[in-house]
């Protein structure tokens, strides 16, 4: 089954840009599905951040588009997020996950969140 | 404020079934079959319930159901357990510049 587990920095300053990686195991991810993030502000409900297709197409949330960058890395079968221009408003867990069936948007499979802090 | 319109909570007794819904627009829920619902329990990731509007995922109890109406679609939990007691996201496909959209959550009480 496959298995998503993100990692990165828990503290990011505040302008700076917040950068995660998602490492996922026994699937390749450029054979197929869209690669997501999604965010969860503490008590709060889930926000989509992107996505992106096995063939390196990308999708964004408009309210964060300008600010967001979402990568594959096939050689390490991981793929990333960046968010630039942090304030504490993006303070949150940050999943990454996978869609259930093919080129739908459904999260089957997802990691198991980290918790992101933009404080000076 | 979310794309899709959840109740904030509903409650039921163990044994009951409760109806969770989910309103969208004709460019999201309405238009397309694409609907998904997840569980989430506090500190834990959400877990896919339900996609395409009324499908299973394997290993999800056959207690959870979905169906759609219009642009409003409906999570539907029969026999409520105690582990039952979560919260619940929807999520749709979208035809507008957003690929997907979430609903802002309910939390289940069960009593």
């Known amino acids: 089954q496959v298995q998503l587990q993100e990692s990165g920095p828990g503290l990011v300053k505040p302008s700076e840009t917040l950068s995660l990686t998602c490492a996922v195991s026994?699937?390749?991810?450029?054979?197929?599905?869209?690669w997501g993030w999604i965010r969860q502000p503490p008590g709060k409900g889930l926000e989509w951040i992107g996505s992106?297709?096995?063939?390196?197409?990308?999708y964004y949330n408009p309210s964060l588009k300008s600010r967001v960058t979402i990568s594959l890395d096939t050689s390490k079968n991981q793929f990333s997020v960046k968010l630039s221009s942090v304030t504490a408003a993006d303070t949150a867990v940050y999943y990454c996950?996978?869609?259930?069936?093919?080129?739908?948007?459904?999260?089957?499979?997802w990691g198991q969140g980290t918790l992101v802090t933009v404080s000076s | 404020q979310s794309a899709l319109t959840q109740p904030a909570s509903v409650s039921g007794s163990p044994g009951q079934s409760i109806t969770i819904s989910c309103t969208g627009t004709?460019?999201?829920?309405?238009?397309?079959?694409?609907v998904s619902w997840y569980q989430q329990h506090p500190g834990k990731a959400p877990k896919l319930m339900i996609y395409?509007?009324?499908n299973r995922p394997s290993g999800v109890s056959d207690r959870f159901s979905g169906s759609k109406s219009g642009n409003t679609a409906s999570l539907t939990i029969s026999g409520l357990q105690a582990e039952d007691e979560a919260d619940y996201y929807c999520?749709?496909?979208?035809?507008?510049?957003?690929?997907?959209?979430f609903g802002g959550g309910t939390k289940l009480t069960v009593l």
């Open positions: 026994n699937y390749s991810i450029s054979s197929g599905y869209y």
């Open positions: 395409d509007v009324s």
């Open positions: 004709s460019s999201d829920v309405g238009g397309y079959n694409y």
């Open positions: 996950a996978r869609d259930y069936t093919v080129g739908s948007t459904d999260f089957g499979y």
């Open positions: 992106i297709y096995h063939s390196g197409s990308t």
């Open positions: 999520s749709s496909y979208t035809s507008s510049s957003t690929l997907v959209v």
